[in-house]
Structures are given as structure tokens and as C-alpha cells.
């Protein structure tokens, strides 16, 4: 009988689960969390033919479980930040490796999982949510430090991140969030008001199985400030065998216990301070921009490929166990805009396919496309990630792309 992977919110980097699991040999069936996608989602959607069926959910459970209980599944899976709750609920229904509901919301909700660590006595950011541009001043005057971090409570990808510098500055950037659209969908209700943490920032990438946590990549994080917004300059990937990873790793697995992530990939931002480590946030899913063969080349195995293994029964840990070094170096380069309009011209990539150690662009651009200031991670155009085994080269490279980058892109639109 054939076995089935569902895959709840198959966008973004949960596009790859679906031609993984096939290459496994297993059908899949896309669950969509609702009728209404973001732009940003719709960009990134699946090839809607690869699945056997796809369902989107209308809030009926009864008839969504019935149905879906037609076929042999063998895993229930979020395919991107919006499907982790639905993921969840299916997956304890059907009594498959899952997460459970009990936390699920505090897995979403930024202000709960930040909240959840500090009743558990673990470091996390000082924070109040709030409708009400007076109580963040308040929370500032608290804090007696500038700036100070607002945010939605639930979006993705530094949506809406505003740091501000002053009372009044505050109160207006808080006035400008209540009510935009979040990039995941849906409109901002609360805005989550937080510290600034002085650190530097990693990324950890991990899979869980059997309430095991297995740590896949580690990335440190260099970001530039534009318009009272940080977003990311680029990612180096960090040595397994690196001081830091121990420290980060160690942390992370209290986090990871702490939110009942048991089962399934995770993503986490973290800051570490003079005082230790600090959450931002961490997704129960696949990390964003995940490029599997960045991984393969430089590990010897990818997040989205232990992911797969662990469903489908097929992983031995000890890849990662054992490994202590990097095979090569990588670094990934977040593209930055300075101009916007439409493209005159399908952009030609020869000047980056030139470089030595060049791996591979992701840049969904042609002729008639938009293109936006880069302000935030989803206004950025896309992403180059370099392969080398030698740093130096990587580190020359990097500033010759930034070189180049505003010649490119204001040429597109001329």
C-alpha cells in the first residue's frame, strides 16, 4: 500500500520536503491552512501537480480528518511557519510522531516562547505585548536603555522589526505596525516590545526525533542597519568543532525541551550576550532559504535531508555525531536593492557564476518584475550563498558582489 507524507503549508523551504519525500518514494498531499495566502507565500508556492491531492482546510476538522483518513499516512509535516499549528493538531490526531498542542501556540507566538523560558528559569529577552502605544513608552522608560525592539507577535523573516530611538519615535513606529499586514497574512493586534540585546546573533538550525535534538548547521550572523531596520548582510556556517557551538548547542536543547519540540525540524535566532544566550525566536519548522547542497558540500549532510530521513525511518545519527570539522566554507550574501521599480530586462548572472567561489543565486527576476528598496528580508531580492574551501577567497568575493550590487540592479530598471 502506498504511504503518504502530508504536508501542512507546503511554501517556502517546504517545497523541498515535497520532491524529498518523493525521491523516498512516498506520495504526498498538500494540506493548506486556509484559502487566503500571503503574497510573499504565493511567490514561494509549491508545484501544485506533484501532489496526489490537496486540501485546503476551511476550518471544518471533521471533514479534513475523514478525508485525509482515506490514505495510509506515514507523517504529518509543517511546510512553513503558518502550517505549524494545523501540523500539530493532525498530527496528534492520527497519533504520528508530533509535537502535541499543549504548546503550540507558545511555538508561534513570540512574546509566549520567550515567556515559557523565562518561568523555566532559562536567559530570555525582557519583553511586555501590548495594543496601547503608552504602555510601550512606559516599557521603555522601564528599561531606561535605547533602543528599543518592536514587532509583531506571530510573522516571519525580521517582518516588521523597528528599532526606535526615542519616545516619539516609538510612538510613531508603533502607530505604523498596529494594523499592517504581516507578511505570513493576516493583520498585527498585538506588538511585541522588547530590550535590544548588544551581542552577536547566530542561527541554529536542528532536527528533533524522540525528544533528541540533533544539531545540523550553526550559522553567525553579520546584519546592517537601513532605515531604523537591521536586516541581514550575510551568514557565515560555523565549524562544528567551534568554541561557540558547545555554548549554543547546549542552549538551544533547553529551548527546544522547554518549547516540547520532540519531533521534526526546527530554526532558532539567538543572541549571545556578555550575559550567555538569549532567544529572538525559533520556528518548529525547516530553516528559511535552506539550500540542502550548501550542506552536503559542506557537512556532508543538510537539515532538509536528515528531516526526510528521520520520516521515513532511513537516518544514522552518526554523521553528525562524527563530524568535527567542515569540509568547506560557506557564506551566504542577502542581496540589498538601492533602487525600486519594474525590470526593464531579465537580470544576467554571468558576473556571480564568474566568481570562484560561487555556488548558486536564488533571484526570481525578470523583465516586468517589481523590485523594492530592500528595507527587510522580504523585500530583499534574493540570495547568493559561496562554497570554497578557502575563506580568503570567500572573504574577497563577498566584497566584490557588494561592489557590483548597485551598478546590477539599478541597470535593471534603467
Request: glycine share 6%.
Amino acid at each position: 500500500m502506498n504511504e503518504f507524507a502530508v504536508i501542512v503549508d507546503a511554501f517556502s523551504t517546504g517545497r523541498l520536503l515535497l520532491k524529498e519525500f518523493i525521491k523516498h518514494g512516498h506520495k504526498c498531499i498538500h494540506v493548506q491552512s486556509s484559502a487566503k495566502v500571503s503574497a510573499y507565500y504565493k511567490k514561494l508556492s509549491p508545484n501544485s501537480k506533484l501532489f496526489e491531492k490537496i486540501f485546503i482546510f476551511d476550518g471544518n476538522m471533521d471533514f479534513l480528518e475523514s478525508e485525509l483518513r482515506k490514505y495510509n499516512i506515514l507523517s504529518i509535516v509543517p511546510g512553513a511557519e503558518i502550517g505549524v499549528e494545523l501540523a500539530d493538531i493532525l498530527s496528534e490526531k492520527f497519533g504520528l510522531a508530533t509535537n502535541g498542542t499543549k504548546l503550540s501556540l507558545a511555538r508561534r507566538n513570540k512574546y509566549l516562547m520567550s515567556d515559557k523560558l523565562r518561568v523555566n528559569g532559562v536567559n530570555s529577552i525582557k519583553q511586555i505585548r501590548t495594543k496601547i502605544a503608552n504602555k510601550a513608552k512606559k516599557f521603555s522608560q522601564k528599561i531606561g536603555n535605547w533602543p528599543i525592539v518592536l514587532k509583531p507577535i506571530d510573522s516571519a523573516g525580521a517582518d516588521g522589526f523597528t528599532l526606535t530611538y526615542s519616545t516619539n519615535e516609538l510612538e510613531k513606529s508603533f502607530l505604523k505596525l498596529m494594523s499592517k499586514e504581516k507578511l505570513v497574512g493576516g493583520i498585527v493586534e498585538d506588538i511585541l516590545v522588547q530590550e535590544y540585546l548588544v551581542g552577536t546573533e547566530f542561527v541554529i538550525n536542528a532536527v528533533s526525533w524522540e525528544g533528541k535534538h540533533y544539531i545540523s548547521d550553526i550559522w553567525k550572523c553579520k546584519k546592517k542597519m537601513i532605515n531604523n531596520t537591521k536586516i541581514y548582510d550575510f551568514e557565515d556556517l560555523i565549524s562544528p568543532n567551534a568554541d561557540i557551538c558547545k555554548l549554543l548547542s547546549d542552549y538551544i536543547r533547553q529551548v527546544l525541551d522547554i518549547l516540547d519540540i520532540k519531533y521534526g525540524p526546527s530554526h532558532s535566532e539567538v543572541i549571545v550576550t556578555k550575559n550567555g544566550p538569549v532567544l529572538i525566536e525559533t520556528g518548529a519548522r525547516l530553516c528559511g532559504g535552506l539550500l540542502p547542497s550548501v550542506g552536503d558540500q559542506c557537512l556532508g549532510y543538510s537539515q532538509l535531508g536528515i528531516t526526510i530521513e528521520c520520516y521515513t525511518g532511513d537516518f544514522n545519527f552518526d554523521k553528525i555525531n562524527n563530524r568535527k570539522s567542515l569540509k568547506k566554507h560557506s557564506r551566504c550574501i542577502t542581496l540589498i536593492s538601492p533602487v525600486k521599480g519594474t525590470l526593464t530586462k531579465t537580470p544576467e548572472y554571468s558576473f556571480f557564476e564568474k566568481l570562484e567561489s560561487f555556488h548558486s543565486i536564488d533571484m526570481n527576476l525578470k523583465a516586468g518584475s517589481k523590485i523594492n528598496l530592500t528595507i527587510d528580508l522580504a523585500s530583499a531580492p534574493g540570495l547568493i550563498f559561496l562554497v570554497h574551501e578557502d575563506i580568503a577567497i570567500i572573504e574577497k568575493e563577498y566584497e566584490a558582489i557588494r561592489l557590483f550590487e548597485k551598478e546590477f540592479f539599478t541597470a535593471l530598471i534603467s
